[in-house]
């Protein structure tokens, strides 16, 4: 699953279950377990708990085959249902089956056509059977129930943000500008909300699904279409068959008045499969162009694996109102409305990254499923690794190399909040707190390390061995160690222990000496990280020599905190570089000369090379560094000529000439929108004249057809002709762009008149703004109103409370900040209102007072109601909803 995640101080709360012990003594499940530690005296203490461990989930029945028949009940939001479950004993005798049902109406239990007796409470079903079943016994229990999503009292987490599991979108059609829908979400353990079922990861069965819908609607589900039959009433039964067993969470069922667009692949045996697109009527013509790029990607992942793609078709969906990112449903994948964009604003963003991801969970997560959630990586990790995988065979290495430094930074980022904790988590507190940083990013990182270790074939005829010896099963992480193993040869615990059982990361500080007499560099290298948190390391990697003879590689292990190596050079040693590959998940300390890293950026071959040495060896304005800025301005990455725009500014001279000349030339034709993006504000820091400055940015505006740059000309515009930019901006207000809508917002946040609260408005309670360009549009109206008087804030509150119950997750999250910043200006206002009427009253200046005393009222009714407001947004957050 893609979870859209940001992270903040909000998320401090939940930053419990870290494992700060030490990794070296490990208990049950990897959990630091010191059950005794000596005093000054010599007196033992004993712990009086056994540490959290959270298990698989004992297998008591297996299920065999799953068969649906729903009907939906659109005014109540609700679903009757019909589920017959075939299944049987895991292994010991038993007359009793436990099923997982969520908020439900469980009207009858049969088997047989006869009546069996049932326990339903909280949330678990309890069946009697009709006679004592052996593990070599297979029963069928039928059970007719109600579906009831909206009257159980849910719950969420920043990656998923509501358990509901059953979603009826619109379901009245009140609202004109969204398609009543009907769609679901079942990871983590939400499926048994729609169907009573055993929810859990290492539960696998066969299913098939009967759903009666209006025939205006097509419908969606697993596995392939067998029928689709009309009935009476105008209405009409699809019947949906996936004969490969998968895991109850990732159940699927999808019903509106989508379109269908057709695509194919060719597998290697020459039959074809079904590739589909389905989107909402007016998206029908940009579907290709989201979606288009999957039939390579099937092609390129299941030659890549040695096992071609297993399901019986590969179909994704766009649903409004979703709850996370987007979910690997086998074979019907959803995504929330973030991924409808057209070819236009494709050009600035797309989600590749997002569509290759949920297609590898195909392999990893559909095809072999973690046993538990604290296996959760096995699943996710491979799916993150995916990313780099497809940018790497798209668009090559230095794209690849730079989203997976973002992704490593992404770990970082959130394990600073939430805390470090092993890869492979048995101690968490709460299932979805497993959907975070090391899961996916951390996760990824460390299985491009084990591919760089390893090598190409290694590693990839590893995952082969894992996905074949583990088809259609669940697994644990010691299922792959093994795999791994059996195929190369080696004993790889050291590997897998400290880094999946492990906490934290390397932190490698580097020193190094030139030894010119001898021709050697001496280097030391020494392990910082706490060892409280993080083992001792062992850590394979390269060192690159350049010298007068080239390039020279050296293949090095760290194993002890300190290091030392000796490493020969020829001639002129012209620089060094610690992991040339650019594989390691470590901090690392490196101090060079500038003439070093300059030679880094010329001599390093990979991303990371030359944007340390761009960034590091421009340090002082000196002649060689401008000239390595000008190299980067055309450097054959985009990235790198996005930095070397940033250091434009360092230009002087006769380099400043000549970086003018590039940058007037990247800011109409780079290729890559950001470069242009980049461009646009570089060009401000070398012309000094707003007369061609306004003709630059004008020019954008009007003519590149990317709306990210069409907006930072804009925002640049606004800084050096704020007349000129809302009169552009104004003419753009209707644009279906949401970057420019936002980018207008900002404008008007800065410069517009209270006659653009109805923008404002607009803008946060139509369709047009998504995502965080939506949270963007909040900030700015929350600072438009601190730039007028009380009445704005007065009018702006029912957005604020439109927000509050139809913003999402992340807007009630940052929507307190909002009102908090609100609360702060009202106070500032108040005080400054209370000085000027101190001054008033010594003056006797009546009229005056009154006037300011009545402004300070209005102030004080303001502040009173929205921090009112806020208490209630507080209690929700805390009440769960």
């Known amino acids: 699953m893609r979870k859209v995640v940001i992270y903040s101080a909000v998320f401090l709360l939940a930053a419990c279950g870290a494992n700060k012990g030490n990794p070296s003594n490990k208990g049950e499940g990897g959990t630091s377990t010191n059950n005794s530690t000596e005093g000054s005296l010599g007196e033992e203490f004993v712990l009086q708990e056994r540490p959290v461990y959270n298990p698989s989930e004992t297998q008591l029945t297996d299920l065999i085959h799953t068969k649906l028949e729903v009907n939906f009940d659109w005014k109540q939001s609700r679903m009757n249902g019909v589920v017959t479950i075939t299944a049987k004993p895991h292994f010991y005798a038993t007359q009793e089956l436990i099923l997982d049902a969520k908020g439900m109406d469980i009207n009858s239990v049969a088997m047989g056509g006869e009546v069996v007796e049932f326990a339903y409470i909280e949330d678990v079903l309890n069946i009697q059977l009709n006679k004592e079943y052996t593990r070599d016994q297979e029963y069928t229990v039928v059970i007719d129930y109600v579906s009831k999503p909206d009257e159980r009292t849910t719950g969420g987490s920043a990656a998923i943000t509501s358990d509901k599991g059953l979603y009826f979108i619109n379901p009245l059609g009140e609202d004109k500008d969204v398609m009543p829908q009907i769609w679901t979400q079942g990871e983590t353990e939400s499926s048994s909300v729609w169907f009573p079922t055993i929810d859990s990861p290492n539960a696998k069965t066969t299913q098939e699904i009967f759903i009666t819908v209006e025939d205006k609607f097509i419908t969606l589900s697993n596995g392939a279409l067998i029928s689709s039959k009309p009935i009476e009433g105008g209405k009409r039964v699809d019947h949906w068959k996936q004969v490969l067993p998968h895991a109850p969470y990732l159940f699927m069922m999808g019903v509106g008045e989508f379109k269908v667009v057709k695509d194919s692949y060719t597998k290697k045996d020459g039959s074809t499969m079904e590739v589909n697109y389905i989107v909402e009527p007016e998206w029908e013509g940009s579907a290709k162009a989201i979606f288009g790029e999957t039939p390579e990607m099937i092609r390129f992942f299941s030659e890549l694996l040695g096992v071609e793609y297993p399901w019986d078709k590969y179909t994704q969906i766009v649903v409004r109102d979703y709850v996370s990112g987007a979910m690997e449903n086998t074979g019907a994948v959803i995504f929330g409305d973030y991924a409808y964009k057209t070819e236009r604003e494709l050009l600035d963003d797309n989600d590749q990254s997002t569509i290759a991801h949920e297609l590898f969970h195909h392999w990893f997560g559909d095809l072999v499923t973690a046993e538990s959630w604290s296996n959760l990586t096995l ?49 968490y507190e709460d299932k979805d707190q497993m959907f975070d940083g090391h899961s996916y990013n951390k996760g990824g990182r460390i299985l491009h390390m084990l591919r ?39 004993d790889l615990n050291w590997f897998f222990n400290q880094w999946y059982l492990g906490s934290g990361h390397a932190t490698l500080v580097f020193t190094q000496e030139e030894d010119r007499k001898n021709h050697k560099l001496l280097v030391s290298v020494e392990q910082k990280q706490s060892l409280e948190l993080s083992p001792i390391f062992k850590i394979p990697f390269q060192i690159a020599i350049f010298d007068d003879n080239g390039k020279h590689i050296h293949e090095v292990v760290i194993d002890e905190l300190t290091e030392e190596f000796e490493l020969p050079y020829t001639g002129t040693l012209k620089t060094f570089i610690y992991d040339y590959q650019q594989v390691l998940l470590a901090d690392m300390e490196v101090m060079k000369s500038q003439s070093e890293y300059i030679n880094e950026f010329y001599l390093g071959e990979r991303y990371a090379a030359r944007k340390q040495g761009l960034m590091e060896g421009t340090v002082g304005f ?96 606004s800084g050096i002709n704020p007349t000129e930019a809302l009169r552009i901006a104004e003419t753009l207000e209707n644009d279906e762009s949401s970057a420019i809508i936002y980018g207008i917002s900002q404008i008007y946040a800065a410069h517009g008149g209270p006659e653009k609260l109805a923008f404002m408005k607009k803008a946060l309670e139509g369709d047009v703004v998504g995502g965080f360009d939506r949270l963007g549009v909040m900030n700015s109206l929350t600072i438009f109103i601190g730039r007028h008087d009380v009445s704005i804030a007065e009018q702006a509150y029912d957005i604020y409370v439109h927000l509050s119950e139809n913003g999402g997750f992340y807007m009630k999250m940052f929507l307190p900040k909002a009102i908090g910043y609100l609360d702060q200006y009202f106070t500032e206002t108040i005080e400054n209102l209370e000085g000027e009427l101190k001054v008033h009253e010594e003056n006797k200046d009546v009229l005056y007072a009154d006037q300011t005393r009545t402004k300070i009222k209005a102030y004080e009714a303001q502040q009173e109601k929205y921090r009112a407001f806020n208490k209630m947004l507080e209690k929700e957050s805390n009440d769960g909803h």
């Open 379 to 427: 699943n996710e990790s491979f799916a993150n690794y995916s990313q780099f995988l497809w940018d790497e065979h798209r668009y090559g290495v230095d794209e690849a190399d730079y989203f997976g430094d973002q992704e490593a930074d992404g770990y970082r980022q959130s394990a600073s909040v939430q805390g470090y904790h092993d890869l492979v988590w048995f101690d």
């Open 452 to 490: 760089n270790y390893l090598g190409d074939d290694a590693f990839f005829s590893s995952l082969n061995r894992y996905l074949v010896d583990n088809q259609y099963q669940a697994a644990e992480f010691h299922e792959l160690r093994l795999a791994f193993e059996e195929v190369t040869g080696e």
């Open 622 to 717: 000196s002649p060689k560094g401008q000239e390595m800025i000008l190299d980067g301005l055309k450097d054959k990455f985009w990235h790198i000529r996005v930095l070397a725009l940033g250091k434009a500014y360092m230009l002087d001279g006769e380099y400043a000439e000549k970086g003018l000349e590039i940058v007037k030339g990247m800011v109409k034709y780079d290729p890559k929108s950001d470069v242009r993006v980049a461009a646009v504000t570089a060009i401000g820091q070398l012309v000094d004249d707003e007369t061609l400055l306004t003709t630059i940015y004008n020019d954008r505006v009007k003519e590149d057809r990317s709306y990210s740059v069409i907006a930072i000309a804009l925002s640049n515009l």
